[in-house]
């Protein structure tokens, strides 16, 4: 039966991003080497990291003055070299959820941290608007994607302040305003490649300001003087972000993914709110486009959630139980989830309301 993946994360890579990775395992380029095998200090090797950080720049329109990295420690480090490398006196954040939460409770370590907005009052179903931004902050951090609570940041906002972002799950599925950004990081493993690798997109003229001293392999300064080879990068996982970026310039580039995550986000939406056993969790101006947040309608609100997950299941369909702070379903469709599964999720949910439906 053929698997519709609409996991969170790690999730759902272009099929030929994968096929090529295989190969690459196989045969890198026919030099009778695994790509697992090779020195990352080999030309077959920064060809690829070199194309990696070409590509993500050309993608996303990264003006001069910007450094591409790839990391390991997952976002979940970024929470703390971020503030380590540019927290001097005060910053602040948008509490918006769960990875917010965790990013807030590391920056607290280096410096004062000011709530500037927060959206706790409704389970984090929406993103918090018209508050005023401190002059004063080294930054403000924003979460432009909530993964587990499926709200996201439709425009870059404006700020006083430069902004620093934590993208891991709507990276490359929008054009960002990447001036407005002192720093950009993630996980690659919602939307760029697998588990394992993590870009930090940086403006170079910020670091180097903080006055304390910054354990070397934590500071963004030694991994932009080593081109992302101050120690050994996950070679491997870059080599899939290459194939990842490639795969999304020969579909025609951000604008072209962005109408698709528009048209598969709408079909997916206009069913939830069709369906009568289904409603969203999220405030509806602020849907993500990349993680659709429902539960059970109230009618239905003691039915067991895994009715549905497994009649999903069978159908093919993976990943679409909630996180449980949320409870009931979330539907991941990444930028590699093609709009025939999104189509086929919502044949799905149409068939459980013929089934179930009182
Ligand atoms: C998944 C996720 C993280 C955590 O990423 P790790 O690479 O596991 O540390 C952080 N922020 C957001 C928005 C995420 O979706």
């Not at 954040?93 to 410096?111: D, P, Q």
């Not at 996201?152 to 891991?168: C, G, I, K």
């Not at 934590?218 to 996982?237: A, C, I, K, Q, W």
Request: charged content about 25%.
């Amino acid at each position: 039966m053929k698997k519709h993946n609409f996991s969170a994360g790690p999730s759902i890579l272009p099929r030929t991003a994968v096929e090529n990775a295989a190969q690459a395992v196989l045969d890198l380029n026919g030099i009778g080497l695994s790509v697992l095998e090779i020195s990352h200090r080999t030309p077959d090797f920064e060809e690829v990291l070199d194309e990696a950080v070409a590509l993500f720049k050309e993608l996303l329109h990264i003006p001069e003055g910007y450094s591409v990295l790839f990391l390991g420690g997952g976002a979940s480090m970024q929470f703390c070299m971020v503030p380590f490398n540019l927290l001097e006196r005060k910053a602040g954040y948008i509490h918006t959820g769960v990875w917010a939460k965790k990013a807030i409770k590391e920056a607290r370590l280096f410096g004062e941290v000011e709530i500037v907005a927060s959206s706790e009052d409704r389970n984090f179903s929406y993103i918090p608007k018209g508050f005023e931004i401190p002059a004063d902050l080294d930054y403000l951090h924003i979460t432009t994607n909530n993964t587990i609570f499926g709200t996201e940041y439709q425009t870059d906002p404006d700020s006083p302040v430069m902004l620093v972002a934590d993208m891991s799950s709507d990276i490359l599925s929008r054009p960002v305003e990447v001036s407005k950004y002192g720093l950009i990081y993630g996980g690659a493993q919602k939307n760029l490649g697998p588990a394992g690798v993590t870009f930090v997109i940086v403006r170079n003229d910020i670091l180097g300001r903080v006055s304390r001293t910054i354990p070397t392999i934590l500071d963004y300064r030694s991994h932009v003087e080593g081109g992302s080879m101050f120690n050994t990068p996950p070679v491997f996982p870059i080599y899939v972000v290459r194939e990842t970026l490639r795969w999304l310039k020969s579909i025609g580039g951000v604008p072209a993914v962005q109408r698709l995550n528009e048209e598969k986000a709408t079909l997916l939406y206009n069913e939830i709110d069709r369906n009568s056993m289904f409603v969203g969790t999220a405030a509806r101006e602020d849907r993500s486009l990349m993680n659709a947040c429902f539960v059970y309608s109230d009618r239905y609100k003691e039915m067991d959630i895994f009715e549905f997950v497994n009649f999903a299941k069978e159908r093919g369909m993976i990943g679409v139980k909630g996180h449980r702070l949320v409870g009931g379903f979330r539907a991941s469709i990444y930028n590699a989830m093609p709009k025939e599964s999104v189509q086929a999720l919502v044949e799905c949910m149409q068939e459980f309301e013929k089934q179930y439906a009182r």
